[in-house]
């Protein structure tokens, strides 16, 4: 009698749970509707920034209208003159950055910080005809594969590398962003465009004078975009371009994105202090570039 075969070893079983653990039922997990997922939210403690991102920029609000106005004269001076322009005010983000963002290795950082800037700007010039930008990219790829061999020769056990690398990256998109006011100058009402958002820029930072003021300080940003649309729609009415309704797109995003990116870095210590502040406030300058060239492309044309 030939003895029965089996079949292969099936999967092992897996451990029973403890009796201490308590397992629901999947069925009998309860269903939330969308007023009692808000009621939910709306229980939660509002989250409380320090106290130092309620303190006025004394030094960071002179910094981003003195940048705004530089650049929008910049832009009606000439390709030349306001790619220096921007070179500058990257080479003055990188240099406070580090200390801005709360950054674990500032020096390195700024290196590669500043390395870009000269890339960026290399690329652009690089690029005799239009589009003006497309070896930014390659110069930009550059700068990341900078960022990560800095990390591996850091020498100081590499705390807080995660940290590090994300604030690195967030410094080479501000400074590639602000590299996008160069091709603008080669389009129609290309400087009239750049410094109605200058301008807008300029006038948002009215807004955070007010930011002790606990009942007003809610209504920060829509102030400061509308202060931002009337400037920037006022300085298009002046000067004869572009229309007052692009303008006032323009002026309206690009104050609030000023606005809110200061905020942003409010809460960071380093933020406060005097080299942070100028860097802050450049950046919040450099920032919307990217921005004012999707509207152009997109809208003003």
């Known amino acids: 009698m030939s003895a029965e075969r089996s079949g292969p070893p099936g999967p092992p079983e897996p451990p029973p749970a403890p009796d201490t653990v308590q397992v629901m039922d999947t069925g009998a997990q309860p269903f939330l509707t969308r007023a009692a997922r808000r009621a939910a939210l709306e229980s939660r403690p509002d989250v409380e920034l320090p106290p130092i991102a309620h303190v006025t920029r004394v030094i960071g609000i002179p910094a981003t209208v003195i940048g705004a106005l530089l650049i929008a004269v910049s832009a009606f001076a000439g390709e030349t003159v306001l790619a220096m322009a921007v070179l500058l005010g990257s080479l003055v983000i990188a240099w406070g950055w580090p200390r801005a963002a709360g950054l674990p290795s500032p020096k390195g950082s700024s290196s590669v910080l500043a390395l870009t800037s000269l890339l960026l700007v290399g690329s652009f010039f690089a690029a005799e005809t239009s589009p003006y930008l497309r070896w930014s990219s390659a110069a930009l790829a550059l700068g990341l594969i900078a960022m990560f061999v800095q990390q591996l020769l850091r020498r100081d ?145």
């Open 157 to 301: 056990g590499r705390p807080r590398l995660a940290e590090s690398v994300m604030g690195t990256a967030l410094g080479l998109v501000v400074i590639a962003s602000g590299m996008a006011y160069l091709p603008l100058i080669h389009v129609q009402n290309g400087p009239e465009i750049i410094a109605c958002a200058m301008v807008a820029i300029a006038a948002g930072t009215s807004a955070d004078l007010l930011v002790r003021n606990a009942l007003i300080r809610p209504w920060l940003l829509p102030l400061s975009m509308v202060v931002g649309g009337l400037a920037s729609t006022l300085l298009s009415v002046i000067i004869g371009a572009p229309d007052i309704p692009p303008a006032a797109l323009v002026g309206v995003c690009c104050a609030a994105l000023g606005h809110a990116f200061r905020r942003l870095l409010a809460p960071e210590a380093g933020s406060f202090s005097s080299q942070g502040q100028i860097a802050t406030g450049l950046a919040s300058v450099a920032l919307p570039g990217a921005l004012l060239w999707a509207l152009y492309e997109l809208v003003v044309r």
